[in-house]
């Protein structure tokens, strides 16, 4: 359940907003949602990677991964295959953290609220 409304909401949100809106999305899904503490890591970081690997293949197919392969040269490395694979990395390894929090967050709140 965490991994279908984190791959949805960052699929429409990441239309309008900057790709910085997995956090949010990752720390407040799986905050509210997120049953266990290996859910809410695998769950956003399975989901941004299957959700940004596909972005960047359905963008870069049709040009010929000309783009990538610019930003490739530019970075220092020899195929556009392996800034795919960073950047699909990073963005799994971002939400993953914040889906981590957020779930973290909403344990220390629970454990506030039944100490007092």
Known sequence: MVFIVILIASFLLQMVLPW????????ATCGL???TAKISLWSPFFAILLLWLGMAL???????HLLASRVAEMIGVKSWWIILVLSTLLGAFVAAVSGFCGYHFRKAVLS?????
Not at 20 to 25: C, G, R
Not at 58 to 64: A, D, L, R, T, Y
């Open 33 to 35: 949602i997120g049953k």
């Open 20 to 27: 910085w809106v997995i956090v949010a999305i990752s720390f």
């Open 58 to 64: 359905f963008k870069s197919i049709p040009n010929q």
């Open 112 to 116: 506030k609220k039944t100490n007092d």
